[in-house]
C-alpha cells in the first residue's frame, strides 16, 4: 500500500515515512531478487524527494529468503531507519554497528520482549493494539492496555500503534505514556495514497462497526464489507482451517487487487477501528498537522 511518493511525503511533513515490504508492487513478483530491487527502486526514489529520515522494515514472521537480501539492501543504500518486527539478536548487532535507528515491533509485543528489544539497543519500541490495521496481534489487547503496559516496562520511547486516526486518539496515548504514534490506516485515504479513489471514499463513508473480522495466519484480519471478505467469513463459519482460509487471502494478491485496483469481488480492504474518524481525504500534511498540533 506505500511508495516512494507517500512514504516521502510523511517524511516531509514531519514524519517519519516507512516504506511498507511490497512498496509500490503493482505486479506479483517472480524472484527474491525482483522484490529487491523493486524496493531499491523506491528506496531511491524517496531519496530524490526528500532529505530527510525515512525507514523500511525487515519482517520477522515474512520470507526468511529475504531478510538477508533487505539487510544488505538496507546498509547498500544508507536507509537511515530500520523497523524489525520482531527480535533478532543478529540483526539488531547488524544495524547497531551501522549506526541505523532501530524500530522494534514485535507483532506480539510483551512487557519481556520489550524490555529484551530495550537490552538490544532498540531505539523505539512500538506498542501495537488490537485495533490496527493489517496483520493482527494474536492476543486481542487493546491500543489503550499495551500502550500502558510497555510504557510501564521501558525507559526508551513508545510509540502506539492501532486505530489512531485523530488528535484525540494521539492525547490519549500519550497520557498513557507513549511519546509516539504509529500509523497506517490514516494514511490510506490520503490525496497522495495509492489506494483507488472509490476505496478512499468506502472508507471516509465507513466506521468500525462495518468491520468485517476473520482467522488468518498468526490470528485474524479486518477487511470492510467487501464480497470476497464475505467469502473468507464464511470459510471461517463453517469451520474451515486457518491454513486454508489464510492461502485463499492471499493466493490472488488480495490486498493488493482490493484496495489499489477497487476490485472488491477478488480483494479486500485491510483498515483499522480508526477509520470512524476518517472523515474526508486530505493530504498527508493536512493529517499530519491536524494530528500532531499539539507538538507544532
Ligand atoms: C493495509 C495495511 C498493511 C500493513 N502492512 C504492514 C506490514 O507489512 N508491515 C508492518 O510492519 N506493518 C504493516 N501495517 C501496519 C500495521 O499493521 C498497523 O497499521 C499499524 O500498527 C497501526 O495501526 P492502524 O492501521 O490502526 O493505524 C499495515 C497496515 C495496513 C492498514
Redesign the pocket.
Known sequence: ?TDARLVAEVSEAGGLGIL???AGQTTNPKSNEEVIGRMRTEIRKVQSLTDKPFGI?V?IAGNPDVYPLMVDLILEENVPVV?I?GIDAAFFKIFKEAGRKILC?PLDVTPENAREAERLGADII?A?GF?????LPSKTIGTFSVTSQIAHAVTIPVMS?????DVHGVRSVFALGAEGV?????F?ATLESRMADSVKKMVVNSSADDLLMFRSALSFYRSLPTPFAYKLVEMDKAGKSTEEITNVLVSNQG?RVG?VEGNLEEGYI?????ITYIKEIRSVKAVINDVMQDFI
Request: glycine share 24%; net charge negative; proline share 6%.
Open positions: 500500500m511498507g515490504p511490497h522494515p519482517m523497523l518486527n515491533r512500538i501495537t485495533d490496527e490495521g493489517g496483520t500503534a492501532g486505530g489512531i486516526t504509529y500509523a497506517g490506516t490514516l490510506l490486498m484496495m485491510s483498515v483499522g477501528n480508526g
